[in-house]
């Protein structure tokens, strides 16, 4: 599960219902959607074109309402892939993972927190851009 470590309660950092899973999807993913308005993990061409709309905040099985974590200046658990270093710039894989990438700062998703570890092994701590 996904847990947001910060939030001030405003603009422009939001927890929003904005459709149903296309899939059965796990908190912390990077999700997006689908021409049909279904939430997916986000998929399309990477770094330069993502169309990333938040993070996942709690697991959602195909169907069901998705509750997404929208905004900027977030800080959460992403849920990751590959070996990650505090301070990395992150974009996402092809399943909506958070990875480390070479990308121009306007490209960039979120930024590392801390490094992926043993004690998370699946998850990284991330601002949100």
Known sequence: MVNILVNDG??????????NALTDLTAGMIVGLDNAGKVLAENTNLPANSEAIGVLFV???AGD?????????????LKATGSIARGDALSHDGAGLATPAVIANDQ???VALEAKDAT??????ALVK
Do not use: E, W
Not at 10 to 19: D, E, L, S, W
Not at 65 to 77: K, N
């Open 10 to 19: 405003g603009a422009p950092a939001r927890i929003m219902k904005v459709g």
């Open 59 to 61: 697991d959602a099985t």
């Open 65 to 77: 309402p998705a509750s997404v974590l929208t905004g900027s200046g977030i800080i959460c658990y």
């Open 108 to 110: 960039m998703f979120a």
């Open 120 to 125: 998370h092994t699946d998850y990284v701590k």
